[in-house]
């Protein structure tokens, strides 16, 4: 399975003597760089158009697309069709950002650096590459592949590769700036860079350094993330209002949640929630009152007010290469990339459940002379034999959660490489080290707020009280993280022509891989109990080590027809165990203009380690036990949902997923315009999710599940269960005589299938004047025409594409086109990028989001100055488009993912060459 993009030669790394300074003689040596190593092959080949559909994304291309970074210049790519994740202000994944190849999953889609994989970020819960951590000054091409890849590199690379060339071969130095001006308030960025790069007769060397400083986005500089609390739609009537208030529509309101005072689980309002005031600036504290169609109350909050949408990020980068020729025949070269990024982040004060116990009554009436609402609801009954209620609350007197980032990753390789007789060989070592220490205030301590709002120490229905102060102190905890990724690799390839045919030599390759990586996540100890309202986080770590042998041939059986096959097997210390991939494709090309191709591979994507072992975290999940109500001949309609002890983690017992995928393409090169057309599918099985205790119950229910017949303690009260076991580490515990449930472990699991398909299309034309300059026409388009998926438990297919297709709808095609005209040192660009609109519905509610298509476009003009420098000027998103609006409840759009929230954003850069 798999899905590929842009890519073509990877080079230098195996070519044999240096190019620079050479003396007469070498030429023969020159001559040699025809032949390159390829993304996706390790034979080294003349051919640039292979079996498999790769593009190249040229340093041309980066630099007049405007973009200053290498997670900016991929998210703009067609092949991006549903979009990736971005560095969001609000969620654990801090200043990180993804590539999602043809949507197939960033944890699909593995990401090279000069053709060496890369450690998972530990930021990210070891899931995927961060791709903030690339300097983009440092980059000379991006290859992309959109084909199966296992066969070459191993496990992740289900949907395609991402290979980030960095530069090696640069004579002299340049310096370069640019400053970004949203029309818009937040995101202005500012960025640099110094690259300075040599040769001798022996070697050559080149230092790349980078800053890049970009500012936050408040979730109050955009309309679309603006709270809306309804007001200007006026009051509504509120027959029976259980206290006189002006009531306002919880359906008229945007971006306000409904965590600011509201009783749980009954949706009440308490009556002081329209007077409670900021004394600093008069205006109303909380939102509302509302009262909802279904009769449900809500006492809200604004959290736009004061959160921030995107990061604020600082990121300094270096990046140094030397090779050294230590005769004609073998060379050594010495990497060091480093890169450090600071972040900044600003969430709403803190807030979640408050348990309300019966004492509060008294006490708060004692000390606030507050009268507790609905004190007949803190009554034990026989449900609730404790008493008391939950309180959804914002604690806004511990002010905003703000959060400081500090990222560091150092990777440094030694790499010998040449020519001994016939063979081609490179033998590597790599070290790669990944580190984020995060801190945060200000949460609040579960236990002690409980305890004081029973005591009368803090009043949670007027939380700026003066009285309030006290237990603020007392209440506030701060949360941090650290994080480590760390890996050791040990790489060796040979590549040699061993005979030849009529048709041409036949190729070969062959090589070995080993490395070895350590993860940990550590959360401080509150966080990682659940003691903190308003953070989450689970502490995990493990290690593995990885060995691997590959191989792979290339037959040219007529002069115009070629095969090649690749296998590689893997092997894993842990529950991934033992993989072997296969690959084969064909290459025809009957004419010197148009060629035909077609390959089919296996892969395989081992779970990650959080995914083997993250600590395990309790949580209280509804269910609804149609097992037992089967059992007992209740209809389904009839079963009642339940709260269950449900605990979810790693499951180091986790199989890989598996795939297979084809290609079909064919190119056209007719003089000056090119054409190529590609069509993938792909295959997924026991594909890698997190169970949920409703999906167990269905799969025993489906008769997926076994008893096991073993009988073990439950963790949550240490009574005998019978283990129902659905998946390896994924069960159900239940009473060995009643069949009652007690529990389920609900963890990382192989929940799912799914079967996606698509095709890409890419042209090019050049037109070259005697008079008027020189023009490129380019287009590229991604068009998905399957996504599909099962759960085990599911007996159909679910598609997510298009139209009319659930909560999980994406668009069906991007696209992505640019004209450039260059005219003695003058260059002007312009680029459109277009994404369809799609429709998410619900079966019981009708329709309700819709996004219709987005379309951008950016300008850019580039001149070569007489005094050796480079002034580039443009505007990206000329027509300043926002994102599609969703409905915008969720504090969180998934809709981030695909379009950008700068807006109009114009530039200048200059760059000079010494």
């Known amino acids: 399975m798999r899905s590929v993009l842009y890519i073509v030669a990877l080079s230098a790394l195996t070519i044999a003597p240096m190019a620079a300074a050479q003396e007469e003689g070498d030429e023969e040596d020159a001559m040699q760089l025809g032949r390159q ?53 609000g969620d654990n994944f801090v200043g990180q950002a993804t590539i999602n190849l043809h949507g197939i999953g960033s944890t699909r889609s593995l990401v090279l650096l000069d053709g060496r994989r890369l450690p998972r970020s530990p930021v990210a819960t070891n899931q995927f590459i961060n791709l903030n951590i690339i300097p983009l000054a440092a980059v000379d091409r991006i290859e992309i592949l959109t084909d199966s890849a296992s066969a070459i590199y191993g496990s992740d690379a289900i949907a395609g590769v991402v290979n980030i060339i960095l530069r090696k071969d640069y004579d002299g130095m340049e310096i370069l700036a640019t400053l970004t001006r949203p029309t818009r308030e937040g995101a202005d960025a500012d960025s640099g860079g110094l690259l300075i790069g040599g040769s001798t007769n022996r070697g050559r060397f080149l230092f790349a350094g980078e800053f890049r400083n970009k500012q936050a986005i408040t979730s109050a500089d955009r309309s679309y993330s603006r709270g809306d609390p309804g007001y200007d739609d006026g009051p509504v009537d509120y027959p029976g ?42 205006e109303p504290l909380l939102a509302g009152p509302y009262i909802a169609r279904n ?78 609402p609905y004190p007949e609801l803190l009554q034990p009954t026989r449900s609730n034999p404790r008493g008391g209620y939950l309180l959804g609350h914002r604690f806004v007197g511990l002010g905003n959660r703000n959060f400081e980032g500090s990222e560091t990753f150092f990777a440094n390789s030694l790499l010998a490489y040449g020519t001994a007789g016939m063979f081609d060989y490179e033998l590597e070592v790599q070290h790669v080290r990944y580190d984020f220490k995060e801190d945060t205030c200000c949460y609040a301590k579960s236990f002690t707020a409980t305890q004081y709002t029973g005591s009368g120490l803090y009043n949670p229905f007027d939380p700026l009280h003066p009285n309030n102060a006290a237990a603020y102190d007392a209440i506030r905890a701060n949360a941090n993280r650290n994080t480590r990724a760390d890996a050791r690799t040990y790489s060796g390839t040979v590549s040699f022509d ?19 990586e350590e993860f940990y996540d550590i959360y401080d100890p509150l966080s990682a109990g659940g003691d903190l309202i308003g953070s989450a986080g689970n502490s995990g770590g493990g290690e593995r080590a990885v060995k691997a042998g590959f191989g792979e041939v290339l037959v040219p059986v007529l002069g115009n027809l070629e095969v090649s096959a690749a296998a590689r097997w893997d092997s894993y210390d842990d529950s991934a165990g033992e993989e072997t991939s ?54 389904p309609e009839d079963c009642v949902e339940e709260q269950y002890p449900t605990f979810t983690g790693g499951n180091p017992l986790l199989a890989p997923e598996l795939s297979d995928s084809y290609n079909l393409g064919f190119v056209v090169d007719w003089n000056s315009f090119t054409t190529r057309v590609d069509y993938w599918h ?18 025993e229910l489906e008769g997926q599940c076994f008893n096991t017949g073993r009988t073990e303690d439950t963790i949550d009260t240490g009574l005998p269960a019978v283990i129902i076991q659905c998946s390896p580490g994924n069960v159900l515990k239940r009473d060995p005589n009643t069949g009652t449930l007690y529990e389920a472990e609900a963890g990382w699991g192989n929940t799912s299938r799914q079967r996606l398909a698509g095709i890409d299309v890419e042209m090019s034309y050049e037109l070259e004047t005697a008079t008027a300059g020189d023009f490129t026409f380019s287009l590229f388009g991604a068009r998905v025409l399957t996504y599909e998926s099962r759960s085990r438990s599911a007996n159909s297919w679910n598609s997510s594409l298009g139209e009319g297709v659930g909560g999980s709808a994406r668009p069906k095609h991007s696209a992505a086109g640019s004209v450039s005209w260059r005219y ?61 609006p969703d409905s915008f409840a969720s504090p969180r759009p998934a809709v981030y993912d695909l379009y950008s929230l700068d807006g109009r954003v114009p530039f200048l850069s200059y760059r000079h060459f010494f």
């Open 37 to 89: 190593v390829v993304t996706g092959s390790r034979i080294k080949r003349i051919d640039t158009e292979q079996a498999r559909p790769v593009v190249v994304i040229t340093r041309e291309d980066i630099e007049l697309s405007g973009q200053d970074s290498v997670a900016d210049v991929l998210r703009n790519s067609p092949i991006n069709t549903f979009g990736s994740s971005r560095e969001l202000s």
């Open 295 to 372: 009769g449900q109350e809500r006492c809200g909050y604004d959290y736009t007010a004061v959160a921030w949408e995107t990061s604020a990020l600082k990121r300094a980068s270096t990046f140094m290469s030397a090779d050294y020729e230590l005769n004609p025949y073998h060379a050594l070269r010495l990497s060091s990339i480093y890169s450090g990024t600071d972040s900044d982040g600003r969430y709403a004060p803190a807030v979640g459940f408050l348990r309300i116990p019966p004492s509060a009554g008294a006490s708060l009436k004692r000390r606030f002379n507050y009268d507790v």
């Open 682 to 699: 792909v295959n997924i099985e026991d594909g890698i999710g997190l169970a949920t205790l409703q999906g167990l119950i269905e799969s």
């Open 498 to 516: 061993l005979f030849e045919t009529a048709a041409g030599p036949v190729g070969w390759a062959a090589g070995f891989e080993y490395w070895d």
């Open 824 to 884: 003695t040192d003058h260059i002007v660009s312009a680029y459109v990028r277009h994404i369809a609109g799609y429709v998410r519905s619900n079966d019981e509610q009708g329709v309700y989001f819709e996004a219709s298509p987005h379309t951008e476009f950016d300008l850019t003009y580039q001149w070569s100055t007489p005094w050796d420098g480079s002034i580039r000027i443009g505007i990206l998103n000329v027509t300043d488009e926002d994102p599609e």
């Open 241 to 282: 209002a259980p206290f006189a208030a002006t009531w306002y529509a919880w359906e008229n309101t945007d971006n306000v949640s409904s965590w600011g005072n509201t009783i749980w689980p009954y949706y009440l309002a308490p009556s002081n929630c329209a007077r409670i005031v900021d004394p600093d600036t008069g």
């Open 582 to 635: 296969l690959y084969l494709s064909a290459r025809y090309q009957p004419t010197d203009w148009l060629l035909f191709r077609a390959s089919w591979g296996e892969g395989f994507r081992a779970g990650n380690l959080n995914n083997l072992y993250g600590a395990r975290s309790f949580s209280a999940e509804g269910g609804t036990d149609l097992v037992a109500c089967a059992a007992e001949g209740t209809p």
